[in-house]
């Protein structure tokens, strides 16, 4: 399956080009993946427009039977894919077994909600005149996702637009294609006709710079870094492609002084650490009430420092590795400067010596910090907790608001009327109040300011890729 599915057909890339896929937790080579590059995709963008003509007709209820079909296969194969997903990831086994539970889960809700793909009929103010809005298709879709969640990423884009009635070309990322490719044959196997879902594994910029110019491609989903969106926002005027971005994340944490503070310390240990902090929506920032600081400040280094980091398959294990050299380098040197900046590393930062190869970090506490640290302004994307202090509810909400990002923020307190003032006041799209898992398959998730623009899950990503259309009728 190491190739590109293209019209309903595994082949291999018209330049013949590959690449090796390394296995993060050894840096051993799991296989030679071929490489796409301009032409496939181009190929690939044809091949879904001419199956958009009959897949945009069939009725929901085709497309629900299929996709329901494809969720079952997920889950009766979960332990083989997630098994794929800890050799190309790293995460542990626990973790990508519970993203393919989601990933299944996208799957039937998405089957069922194209169905409620309701339009409406509006009074009007004359007797002779009928309007209606519908909901039609928008067309080819081009999915580019990341590799922090190699098949929820995917299927949260590919179950809405699939539901929806569009056809796709997908490209995952490149470091993790085998849960794209396990998820394509779930589809496939489901009965998705031929062209209908198209993947490319290869050369980003030129992929991407395909699915922009190519005026029978109408919408670019993307999950990435804002660097990325950047790019596709750029690029998208060409052909007025239509974007939806789910980019970086900066999420600020708020710890008030009523709280149970071991309780919290505990949690945040394991919350900040999921996927080793390869998350978009991680809680990052953590802003601490200046009476608990301290108290909060030992007790999780203490639970931190206990932390299991090992591979996937091993029994226990909190945190594997990074996902790849670069994405280590990247957090070390951030550690690097935030040290020049008289920050201080309470636990962890370093390669752990039982774990010489792979891409490991122990994972780090800092403190000492202020506002203008490297670890507050960039997304650090890596095993890092920095802590910093605030006096009061507008002090907190001052310093977690002063970001270019906007995507999800997090508030920890007993007080409802705290509670209720910081929801309001964060501006984040998504705010987790006494949680560290704000989102769900049937919520939006959508980030303001630098972190996207548009929304996935729920209603609001089904509509994604649906254009409204009013139908006026005199009568
Ligand atoms: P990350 O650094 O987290 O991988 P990226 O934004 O670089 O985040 O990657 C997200 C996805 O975007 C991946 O599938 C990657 O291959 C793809 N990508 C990277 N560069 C480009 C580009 N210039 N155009 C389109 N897609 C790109």
């Known amino acids: ?129 009928r309007s209606t809005v519908i909901w039609q298709p928008m067309g080819v879709i081009g999915i580019i996702t990341a590799w922090n969640f190699p098949a929820y990423n995917p299927a949260r884009a590919w179950a809405a637009a699939l539901a929806a009635g569009c056809s796709v070309v997908a490209k995952p990322s490149e470091s993790t294609p085998l849960s794209a490719f396990h998820m394509t044959k779930a589809l496939t196997e489901a009965g998705l006709p031929k062209g209908v879902l198209n993947l490319i594994i290869g050369d980003a910029p030129m992929i991407g710079e395909e699915m922009l110019s190519n005026p029978l491609l109408k919408k670019i989903s993307f999950t990435g870094s804002t660097r990325v969106g950047k790019i596709l926002m750029d690029g998208a005027s060409k052909t007025h492609t239509k974007l939806s971005l789910e980019l970086g994340g900066n999420a600020p944490v708020l710890i008030f002084d009523d709280v149970d503070v071991e309780v919290i310390a505990k949690a945040s240990a394991i919350a900040r650490f999921r996927n080793n902090g390869q998350v978009c929506i991680a809680a990052q920032r953590f802003y601490v009430h200046k009476n608990i600081y301290k108290k909060f400040t030992e007790a999780v280094t203490k639970y931190v420092s206990q932390l299991k980091v090992g591979t996937g398959f091993e029994d226990g294990v909190n945190v594997g590795p990074l996902i790849t050299k670069k994405q280590k380098e990247n957090v070390v040197d951030l550690l690097k400067k935030a040290k020049t900046e008289n920050a201080e590393i309470l636990t ?82 998504i ?37 409204k259309k009013l139908i006026s009728i005199a009568v």
Do not use: C
């Open 1 to 129: 399956m190491n190739k590109q599915f293209i019209n309903g057909e595994w082949v291999d890339a018209i330049s013949k080009q590959t690449y090796s896929l390394i296995n993060p937790a050894t840096e051993e080579t799991i296989g030679t993946m071929s490489f796409a590059s301009t032409e496939d995709t181009r190929v690939a963008i044809e091949a879904a427009h001419e199956a958009f003509k009959a897949w945009s007709k069939t009725t929901p209820y085709t497309r629900a039977d299929i996709l329901k079909k494809a969720s079952n296969y997920i889950r009766e194969n979960i332990l083989v894919f997630a098994k794929d997903m800890v050799l190309e990831s790293g995460k542990p086994f626990a973790e990508a077994k519970g993203e393919w539970t989601v990933a299944a889960n996208l799957f039937e809700w998405y089957a069922e909600e194209a169905k409620r793909s309701y339009g409406k009929v509006i009074p009007t103010n004359r007797l002779d005149k």
């Open 348 to 429: 962890g930062g370093n390669t752990p010596e039982h774990l010489p190869n792979g891409y490991f970090l122990q994972p780090a506490v800092v403190a000492n910090l202020t506002q203008q640290s490297v670890l507050a302004r960039n997304e650090i994307f890596g095993p890092v907790l920095p802590i910093f202090s605030f006096e009061d509810l507008d002090d907190a909400i001052a310093k977690a608001n002063d970001t270019e990002y906007g995507l999800a923020a997090y508030v920890f307190t007993n007080h409802l009327k705290t509670a209720i003032l910081a929801s309001e006041r964060l501006a984040f799209g």
């Open 431 to 467: 705010v987790g109040i006494n949680e560290w898992a704000p989102h769900g398959t049937e919520s939006p998730f959508g980030g303001w300011n630098h972190s996207g623009q548009g929304h996935e899950s729920g209603s609001d990503g089904l509509y994604e890729y649906m254009e």
